[in-house]
Nanobody, 120 residues
Framework: QVQLVESGGGLVQTGGSLRLSCAAS????????MGWYRQAPGKQRDLVAV???????NYADSVKGRFTISRDNAKNTVYLQMNSLKPEDTAVYYC??????????????WGQGTQVTVSS
């Protein structure tokens, strides 16, 4: 069984910063790409940032220069540093990971989401 648990969300003022964490645990053999998505009320879930197992990154245009994704492979954890936050960044943020379990099952796993609210 595999779990992804996010933390670090909350309420922040415009221009502020937050750091999200997502830790994967359970019967994990290896983890490939990890990513962050977000979903605002009434909208679809969109990619925010993704990082490969070797550290390559890709960002949505709306967050380039403000957000930084990183990972600690020893801790099976991915981070999202969010700076210069804007009200339009308000959403539920979800992490995901493409991983292989000890039972050799490969799949995409999601966390439960963490709320980020940016007040104007």
């Amino acid at each position: 069984q595999v779990q992804l648990v996010e933390s670090g969300g909350g309420l922040v003022q415009t221009g502020g910063s937050l750091r999200l964490s997502c830790a994967a645990s359970g019967s994990i053999f290896s983890i490939g790409a990890m990513g962050w998505y977000r979903q605002a009320p009434g909208k679809q879930r969109d990619l925010v940032a993704v990082i490969t197992s070797s550290g390559g990154t890709n960002y949505a245009d709306s967050v380039k220069g403000r957000f930084t994704i990183s990972r600690d492979n020893a801790k099976n954890t991915v981070y999202l540093q969010m700076n210069s936050l804007k009200p339009e960044d308000t959403a539920v943020y979800y992490c995901n990971a493409l991983l292989q379990t000890l039972a050799a099952s490969r799949g995409l796993y999601w966390g439960q989401g963490t709320q980020v609210t940016v007040s104007s």
